[in-house]
């Protein structure tokens, strides 16, 4: 098997554990409990679970950029997001809509630019999902911010 195949595999693994996976202690915990500040990901609405893994996602391009190694859309597949249903139903504005394309395209840009590009290509994506979170849900703003390559 080669490598492409490997991180396809894998990326596909982190997904559909990221929106279908609970642990037993995640189970037994009620929702919104207080000892995680989060509820649960079985008690998350599509998008939320979506945005977690589009979360995994951005932490696995940021280890491949670090280490130099080459990624495409194949490898790293624009997830879509702004047509799932989301924890509160008001952000679905045009201007969400908005900010939904100006992170795909920056998506892409991403996806196109060669090794010399990737690092300020991937800083411009991060800054997006930042500028949305800004305004809808600011929670993972900080763990965003983890991800900004230097």
Known sequence: MNRKHLYIGFLLALVVWA???????????????????KPGIEDAKPMAKVMRAMYVQAAAMHDS?????????????VIRF???EPTDSTVLTPEFQKKADTYYAAMQELQAQGPDGRKAAFNHLLQTCITCHQENCPGPISKIKRLILP
């Not at 929106?19 to 500040?37: F, L, R, V």
């Open 19 to 37: 929106c279908e996976s609970t642990t037993n202690a995640d189970q037994q915990k009620a929702p919104g409990d207080p000892s995680t500040g």
């Open 82 to 84: 702004h047509d799932q």
């Open 65 to 77: 950029i670090k280490a130099g190694k080459t990624f495409n859309a194949t490898i790293f597949p």
